[in-house]
């Protein structure tokens, strides 16, 4: 009865315009792309072992393949232009110079980390990571580069999943099995967690609003989250699809408005939260089905929403009263 009524509410909501672009090696799993300063879109293939930049001017993609077995999980591009690619099956990050090719393999140094998940990097250059059934968040200073610190999270078979990094370069990070949120100190690498009051929650993706808040979304439960660190307080909508919307990539735009993708309705829905109103304003269907949309990146410098899907494809949505940079 609650997902039927959801549906029907979200029908109503405005949606928002999305181009999407196919990407010319089948069946690879697009994934997780970020733009870079000159408006290309890098992203990896997760089950084809490259990387891959598209130019949205001309449609146009350019491939680059890494090495065998490189289970490519995400990649995210630093302030000096390198990519840096989380090496999922190979237990390591790749350095990538964007005209060059591979510069650096750097592995990880506990084999139970074997598998780095996400990547996201801090203002002064460091580099956080979730490592998800190693059951570790790691850190990497790259300026120079130096070694990996592995942080085990409390909470065994956790599966450390999302990470975003607040205004203080302090990671938060989702535990996928453990029903928590989580975060570390950057000095002293002490891992905190917050309990969800739901110990059923399976939180995916999580973003912070610019007054510090954390929001998720229960991919179990069909749930948008919000915990305020000041006091672990959490509260929760149920997402516009109801308990089978299956929320997973999420994103956070200039004006604070949250943004995730419900991978459970065929096709795929993306869907405009705002946090002030707390009501949803936009859902929008995914015109190629999307089949799950697993990251996005929103790149304030247009104002634009980046996202790779199951379908094969990579999209574009162009989201309403932003002005760009």
């Known amino acids: 009865m609650l997902a039927a009524a959801a549906a029907g509410f979200a029908q109503e909501l405005a949606p928002v315009p999305i181009e999407e672009w196919t990407v010319p090696w089948p069946d690879t799993r697009p994934r997780d792309p970020f733009v870079d300063v000159a408006g290309g879109v890098w992203f990896v293939g997760q089950t084809g072992d490259y990387m891959a930049r598209l130019d949205p001017r001309t449609g146009e993609f350019a491939r680059r393949d890494l090495p065998a077995g ?68 790691g850190r990497l200073r790259t300026r120079p580069v130096g070694e990996v610190d592995l942080v085990a999270v409390p909470t065994a ?22 029903g928590k949120i989580g975060t570390v100190d950057p000095e002293t690498l002490v891992p905190t967690e917050y309990e969800l009051p739901r110990p059923e929650t399976r939180p995916r993706r999580l973003m912070l609003t610019s007054d510090g808040i954390v929001w998720f979304v229960d991919y179990a439960g069909g ?40 991978t459970g309705p065929k096709p795929n829905r993306l869907v405009g939260f705002d946090p002030e109103a707390e009501e949803y304003f936009s859902v929008t269907e995914v015109p190629s089905g999307a089949g799950a949309v697993r990251h996005m990146y929103y790149d304030p410098r247009s104002g634009e ?17 932003i002005d760009p940079e």
């Open 70 to 137: 490189t289970g490519p999980h995400n990649l995210v591009v630093a302030a000096d232009g390198s990519i840096w690619v989380a090496g999922n099956r190979t237990a390591e990050l790749q350095v990538h110079d964007p005209t060059e090719g591979l510069t650096a393999r750097i592995p990880m140094p506990d084999p139970s980390a074997a598998d780095p998940h996400t990547l996201v990097f801090a203002s002064d250059g460091t580099l956080w990571f979730t490592v998800q059934n190693g059951n570790f968040v």
């Open 157 to 178: 078979t956790s599966r450390p999943y999302g990470i975003v990094l607040d205004r203080g370069g302090r990671p938060w990070f989702t535990e996928f099995a453990g």
């Open 223 to 262: 749930m948008l989250g919000r915990l305020d660190p000041a006091d672990g307080s959490v509260r929760e909508w149920p997402v516009p699809g109801g308990e089978t919307g299956r929320p997973y990539g999420m994103a956070v735009d200039a004006q604070d408005r949250l943004w995730f993708v419900e």
């Open 305 to 321: 929403l980046w996202f790779g899907t199951d379908a094969g494809t990579i999209g574009r949505a162009v989201l309403p009263g």
